[in-house]
Every structure is written in C-alpha cells, then in structure tokens.
C-alpha cells in the first residue's frame, strides 16, 4: 500500500538555524499538510496546500515558516530561524481530495539545542 | 469547529470487542464522522468514517446514532496492536485540515 515518507527521521539543530523537513506525499494525492505535535501534547494543524498555493495555515504557521513543493514528489516545511519551542514531532500528510481521509507518514522529530 | 467529547482513557481486554463512544450534540447536517488513530511513535491513521449510515471496513465499524448526536468506534476482537489514542473528529464538507482533540487512549490488556 503506497505510503508518505518522511525524512529525516530525526533532525537535531542549533536554535536560529534553518531546518527544512522533507515529505514525499502518496503520488496521485493532490491535497498536501504539516502538523506538529509537541511531547506530550495534542496533534496540531500548521498549514494545507493544493494546486501549488496554501490553502489555509494556522496561527502557528508564521513568517518563520514555509511550505514548497519544489518538484512533482517532494513537499518540504522550511523554519528559517528555529527556537527551541519549535521541538516536537512534524506530520506531513496527504490526501486526494479535500475531505477525504489524510494518510500521515511517521514524522520528523525535531530537537532544537 | 463543532466540538466531539470522548473519554479521556479506556481498558479493554485481548480478543473482546472494543465499543468507543464519540458525542458530537453540535454536529451539523454536512460534517463527516472521521475516526482516526495514533499508535506509540507514529502518525495519525485514519480508521474509519461516516455520514449517517453505520459503516464498515476490514479495520472496524462505525455506529452512528439515528440523530447523529453520538456514534461509537468498534473493534470487532482487539489485539496488543490496537493499543493507541482513538480520534473522533468532525469535518465538513468543504473542510480538509484535521483539528484534533485529546481523543481515547485505549489500553489493551493481554
């Protein structure tokens, strides 16, 4: 069953560096989505994007944050000066169309020092 | 966002059925019953979902109350694996992100 990779499996940076987390969503799925998960607490939403723009985006996802989808496989989140309360587990997810089941790969853990 | 109210844990034992119980009073005529689940260092996955009839798949069955006020998760025989936190969420229509709650953590006694 076609899946969504995700990669690193666990990135560990400096605070105030650039981090950029890669997805590779299912191939025909046409929806695109980051969510975060800080230990210990609930999923949370970051950002949607289809047909090459965001969609919607949360309060969370601010001016530090950007999404991309720089080839026809690969969507990646960028957090251009990371803190250390951007530590926790990045979901990258998928979805052929809008409202039908998002498929979620294992996530990044990202450690900020 | 219409809100869903789950217990906040429940017990179960191995190879017995598992029914989950979901309240959603504020539901609305056009939002979906979407069940999903999160094991032990993993991703959300999703499970199950509705509009009004029951409905099953070879993971589980959805019940969902004639006034759709509440619906309930069943696993028909649990297994160790079935262990995780069970999200029930609400979307519409014309929704696509997912707002999820602290959902059911379900413990599977061998």
Redesign the interface.
């Known amino acids: 069953e076609p899946e969504v990779t995700q990669t690193p499996s666990h990135q560990v940076t400096q605070m105030g560096q650039e981090v950029i987390l890669r997805c590779v969503p299912i191939s025909n799925h046409l929806y695109f989505y980051w969510y975060r998960q800080i230990l210990g607490q609930k999923v949370e939403f970051l950002v949607s994007f289809y047909n090459n723009e965001i969609s919607e985006k949360s309060e969370i996802f601010d001016d530090q944050f950007s999404v991309e989808r720089p080839d026809g496989s690969n969507f990646t989140l960028k957090i251009r000066s990371t803190k250390l309360e951007d530590s926790a587990m990045y979901f990258c997810a998928s979805s052929k169309i809008s409202n039908q089941p998002q498929h979620f790969g294992d996530g990044t853990r990202l450690s900020i020092l | 966002d219409a809100k869903t109210t789950q217990p906040n844990s429940m017990e179960s034992n191995e190879e017995e059925p598992v029914h989950l119980p979901c309240n959603h009073s504020t539901i609305s005529g056009t939002d ?1 019953i ?1 069940w999903y689940r ?1 094991l032990p ?6 499970v199950i ?1 509705g509009l009004t009839s029951n409905v099953n798949n070879r993971m589980a069955s959805l019940a969902i109350a004639e006034d759709r006020k509440s619906s309930t998760l069943i696993l028909h025989r649990a297994t160790l694996r079935d262990a995780a936190v069970y999200y029930c969420i609400l ?12 959902g059911t953590r379900l413990h599977i006694l061998p």
Do not use: A, V
């Not at chain 2, 260092?41 to 999703?46: A, D, K, L, N, V």
């Not at chain 2, 979307?91 to 602290?102: A, S, T």
């Open positions: 979906y979407h999160q260092s993993q991703g959300p996955e999703y979902h979307l519409m229509n014309r929704d696509d992100k997912i707002i999820f709650g602290k």
